[in-house]
């Protein structure tokens, strides 16, 4: 069970006490990421996740920081996403206030040195440099590039090379007071812990720091006609494929039948699209979908990567499976993708820091945490006609959009499929 506590700035503190386990995990979740970045300062949130680790106020630089945690056994790290920023340590649990007391001052005063933000530039650079030899990776910013045109949804979360060396340090500076806000932060710690001591210290860390409005988040925009279908060309071995659909919000009624189609159409081995395209007709090694769900936008993605020879079979018959399973799906597949489900968030819930990832990002997107049991009753109140008629809403070709990436001179192999 979660407790959500208010600090009297608006600061929220969601605490589960997991007595059974030997470690704690701190997560600071803060409403910063692409959708709140216009295009000339695309990346400045994830510039100052970086920055969040170069030193603060009572530990003045990067080794500090990273000694005082390591010191204890823990591991830290950051990552920004378009709607979350979230800074985590885990711990041994007899280690929770000092690293909670680390992670407090890193969002609350963090130093900005004006040479460390320099060096870090260069290390954000060969980090997007790093993505240029990550095929799969280029084609999932694409799709979502293709899906959400010309706004920062579908916008590349690190930005580009030419927005991140313009980015200057009263910038960063600028968007730290924005967003680093108590209504705009939710503290969230789960493990073998003592509540009422995480929330005292919460409060004697960020319980003084004033109430501010934070910044405004851009809301997703109708693609209104912009080209289905892109492609990049690279010298790969092979193509990959990412067909993606529209779908719902994270508040939507519909949510939870998406994510069922998700299940049962491309995650785990015994998914309909690993059977066909993997164990049927060998097209791929690796077939996969996955769903994204914001604020005001969803999506579902399938990837594929195959032979380059068999970019446009493999692409109709990831559309031919979906279209089939819309017609067949049983109650018993239906069941099966249930189980499948509510398993995994069972099995993830033993990691101390699933459990605080679970309730902070809910808490802060949603202002409201649902329990492992009320998702499960949620996957248990999806009909077999929800599923169908959430797939003829959402998963119909017409719908979709494609974006590839591989050795192609032009986008002819994939015309008309869409």
């Not at 216009?38 to 990273?66: N, Q, V, W």
Request: proline share 5%; hydrophobic share 40%.
């Amino acid at each position: 069970m979660h407790r959500v506590s208010h600090l009297s700035n608006g600061l929220r503190v969601v605490t589960a006490e997991l007595p059974q386990t030997r470690s704690a995990t701190i997560s600071i979740y803060v409403g910063a990421g692409s959708r709140y970045e216009p295009d000339e300062a695309a990346g400045l949130s994830h510039f100052l996740e970086h920055m969040l680790f170069k030193g603060a106020s009572r530990r003045s630089t990067a080794r500090e920081i990273s000694e005082a945690i390591e010191a204890h056994g823990g591991t830290h790290n950051a990552a920004t996403d378009r709607e979350v920023t979230v800074y985590y340590a885990k711990v041994p649990s007899s280690a929770t206030l000092d690293v909670l007391d680390i992670l407090c001052d890193m969002v609350r005063d963090p130093i900005m040195d004006g040479a460390e933000l320099e060096k870090e530039r260069h290390v954000i650079l060969e980090e997007l440099a790093g993505i240029e030899d990550s095929p799969e990776e280029i084609a999932g910013i694409l799709s979502d590039e293709t899906l959400w045109p010309g706004q920062p949804l579908g916008r590349n979360i690190g930005g580009t090379p030419e927005s991140v060396r313009a980015i200057s340090r009263d910038a960063v500076i600028e968007y730290l007071a924005a967003q680093h806000v108590p209504g705009n932060v939710v503290v969230s710690v789960a493990g073998n812990i003592d509540a009422d001591a995480v929330i005292e210290s919460v409060e004697q860390w960020l319980g003084d720091m004033p109430a501010r409005q934070a910044g405004p988040w851009y809301p997703a925009v109708a693609r209104d006609g912009q080209p289905r279908v892109a492609f990049r060309s690279k010298e790969t071995e092979q193509a990959h494929l990412c067909i993606a659909f529209p779908t719902v919000p994270l508040d939507h009624p519909d949510r939870y039948a998406i994510d069922l189609l998700s299940t049962l159409l491309g995650e785990g081995m015994s998914s309909r699209l690993f059977l066909e395209l993997r164990e049927e007709r060998a097209l791929v090694y690796d077939v996969h979908s996955y769903p994204s769900e914001y604020r005001d936008a969803g999506s579902l993605t399938i990837y594929a990567g195959c032979d380059p020879e068999y970019a446009r079979i493999t692409t109709e018959a990831a559309l031919e499976e979906i279209e089939l399973a819309l017609r067949d799906i049983t109650v018993e597949e239906l069941d099966r993708a249930r189980h499948m489900a509510c398993g995994r968030i069972q099995l993830r819930m033993e990691d101390t820091r699933a459990v605080a990832g679970w309730q902070g990002a809910q808490e802060l997107l949603l202002d409201n945490v649902l329990t492992v049991d009320q998702v499960a009753d949620r996957f248990a109140g999806v009909t077999l006609d929800d599923v169908r008629r959430a797939g003829r809403d959402y998963l119909q070709p017409s719908n979709a959009i494609l974006a590839a990436v591989g050795p192609f001179e032009d986008d002819s192999v994939f015309r008309g499929l869409i």
